[in-house]
């Protein structure tokens, strides 16, 4: 790891030397507008069958590649494909997945930039009318905490089988330089290292182990400074190095490198968004639910869903309401927040760690969230709408105390053992019609994985709330489609 921070101090250093020495001038390429009156839909449409016919089946891997990045499987995911101007004219950009979550990290480790985030697939068409696509990955070497701020890293342009086309080196001022992997540079080349500058970007996965996360290290690549490509000359004085661009002969087909990084997926996940990373409390603002650093807070859109939380945070004299408010308002550090959205496998709720880091000055940052379904829960009683926020806010208590972190089942097994009463007493609180039967059935019901993975413990455990599965599913059934219990507006 020292030696990955000496090389990234070294290429701070030369990359601040190199950008005031190098002054670089691009001519301005205007869009040439090539394609007037096509539609975005057509223009993607082109470019995914392109990139279907003439790319993908012909993409052979490289013998004996050595770049871990290259190796992972990975998809252009057409659905969310974008268009963006570029110096040529309009370009089709795609978002990479990957089938592992790849990041890089800041120097200091506080964020993560992931792969799937800054990779992206390429297509236009250049002047003559020939497509091209180029698969482009912006390796962070500071974490951009919104879409203003500039890039600073290496943009890599490759095929996509991963063969080298060029990379660039962006310094965070809006300044570039060329730059080749390392890979390109020849034996003959490396014995002048000594005007070589290269920078090593390492990438992580993380490893879950006992409910302890960390950062495993998986692979690096190195990129060096100068145009090594044009240097034919094997006896020459090391003067072909030249940190300057290859000889001022852009051809027109040539992207002007900062179109590169037209394309930013901002902490939230969403393309161009705006949501930014607040070095408090993580993400924050856009389409995340969360304005700002406070310390709980809502934004449930639905005004059913929203109604019943009012209740729940508001009614303080139980147990539930005491961990919510003991755990999330009492420091500005530690934080909850609850929206509604939509939710795969038709679950009522779930809840996120959104971040979950220790700052350089040992302070522990963690918000996490919980997603009501928007499409479900609004129609059912309140009863059960209710129950289900006091069973998310436990999850999230759970997280931010690290107690089997973010491990569902087991979260399941300690509420049941520890807090039944104390969630059917929060839901009584503010349902005082509800009796106790139904009030424990409601909260058995969510403990579905008890069930399913453990069906003994599960007969114990229901039992003694003289309670059997059918009776449970019947209740939960009732509530669900409001025939028992307090229906909201949406329940007509
Ligand atoms: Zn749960």
Redesign the pocket.
Known sequence: MRKIYALLKQYVLASILLFIATIVIYSCKKDKGSSINQDSKEIIADAKSYFEQKILNKSLRIPNDPNFRHSIIKKPVWSRSVIRKISLGDAVVVPIVFDEDIFTMDKDDAYKSFLSRTSYLMIYKDKKENMHAEWVTLLNIKVKKNRNEHFSGIAVIEEWNGTFKKAFAFDGLGNYEKMSSSSSITRQQISYSRFITCVTIPHYSTITVGGISTSSFRGSETFCYGSFENSGDEGGNGSTYGYGHSGGEQQDEEVDPSNYLLYFIDCNGDIDGSAIIDDNCGCIQGNTGIQSCADITDKIKNKCLDSVWIKVKDTLNNKIANILNNTFNTSDKINFKIVDGNIDGGYSAK?EVVTDKVNSDGIHIFDVKVTLNKNTLPSASQEFIATTMV??IM?AYFDSQKTYYTQ?FQ??RN?AENYIDDLKNAVQAIYSSLDDKAAYALILN??GDIFKNDLTYWNSLVSKYDLDTAQIINIRDDHKTHNSGTKTACSQ
Do not use: A, L, R
């Open positions: 809840t069973h998310e999850h569902q979260q399941h509420m969510g403990f």
